[in-house]
């Protein structure tokens, strides 16, 4: 892998986790929670925020899913 790949594998991975971010959030998990799980890339961000949308509280489906 040359450098040139790497740095844009870098960037690339940068905003896969802001888009996670954003959509955790949008989804009702707070600041913090928001940010550990996407972070996690090998949690499945739709089970994270389908467990808030059916109304389980946000500290709890982290810990589900994690």
Known sequence: MTV???TALQDETV???RWRF???AR???GTEDAITLA???DVDLHRAADLVARGCPS????RIVL
């Open 4 to 6: 040139a790949e790497f």
């Open 27 to 29: 989804s009702g998990y």
């Open 15 to 17: 905003e896969v986790i």
């Open 39 to 41: 972070t996690h890339l």
């Open 22 to 24: 954003s959509q955790l």
């Open 59 to 62: 500290s709890l489906a982290l």
